[in-house]
């Protein structure tokens, strides 16, 4: 009997299977790194875009304040309603709306689309040390909440940031308090990630953990709103952000 023991063959074979194996894994990774660079790119942009429409506000809010123009003024002037900043970014101040029809208290927002912004002047609001917030759950909404101070139409800093996710249940309270720093102004910030956020419900309270009176932001039965659209390069990441102010300006 003659055995034929085909070594070469044998070899030849391992290298085009190991070769094979080696390409699927690189071309993989290749596909893996490109996929993070864009989704890196992407939330770059978001995050411009979202800059770009709280400029926007801040200019809004700087006229009111400063020069005492009123919103609807500003909207429809081209010299007050846009700009372009540095970074390639703009932004576009384009409603001027009466959110009337408010709940005692409550600040009802029927939806923050996914990757937009819904924010409130909690300015001068000193008595405030919680915030309780519902919202209907789809199981996929990711919230960041953020108070924010400025100065002078300036961020200068957060004086609380929080992430909740469909981990959390709905309603949900979290503490804080605003300084009473006249130099500062305060807003409070709800940024939808991802999804949209629905049946939104802002409840501001005097005590921790939603306990004490309900502060009631918005005087006269409603309060003015700011939109602002912020947009990156060629308009491919569109950011609105929304905020609402009292009556008083």
């Known amino acids: 009997m003659i055995i034929i023991n085909n070594k070469k063959g044998n070899t030849l074979l391992i290298v085009v299977v190991a070769t094979f194996i080696l390409l699927s894994i690189a071309l993989y990774l290749n596909s893996f790194v490109i996929n993070q660079i864009k989704i890196s790119n992407d939330n770059s942009k978001i995050k411009t875009s979202e800059y770009a429409a709280e400029s926007g506000i801040e200019r809004a809010l700087y006229l009111i304040r ?50 937009t912004s819904y924010s409130i002047d909690i300015t001068g ?23 924010s101070r400025y100065r002078n139409g300036r961020f ?18 979290i503490n804080f308090s605003v ?27 005097s005590g921790r953990n939603a306990t004490g009176n309900v502060i009631n932001l918005v005087p006269g ?25 009292n009556n008083t300006y």
Do not use: C, M
């Not at 006249?182 to 802002?202: L, M, P």
């Open 221 to 245: 039965g409603g309060g003015q709103r700011i939109k602002s659209i912020g947009n990156i390069g060629n308009n491919n990441k569109a950011i609105i952000s929304d905020f609402l102010i």
């Open 179 to 205: 300084s009473n720093n006249n130099r500062y102004t305060y807003r409070f910030i709800i940024t939808s990630r991802n999804y949209d956020s629905i049946n939104n419900q802002i409840t501001f309270y």
């Open 66 to 115: 400063k020069n005492n123009i009123t919103l609807n003024n500003i909207v429809q002037n081209n010299s007050y309603n846009s700009g372009n900043l540095n970074n390639r970014s703009s932004y576009k101040i384009v409603a001027d709306s009466v959110n009337g029809g408010q709940q005692i208290g409550t600040i009802n927002v029927s939806t923050i689309s996914a990757n």
């Open 156 to 173: 200068v800093s957060n004086s609380l940031q929080r992430n909740l996710n469909h981990f959390y249940n709905s309603p949900s309270t």
């Open 125 to 147: 609001y000193t008595n405030i040390r919680s915030v309780k917030l519902f919202w209907t759950s789809n199981g996929n909404e990711v919230y960041n909440i953020v108070v």
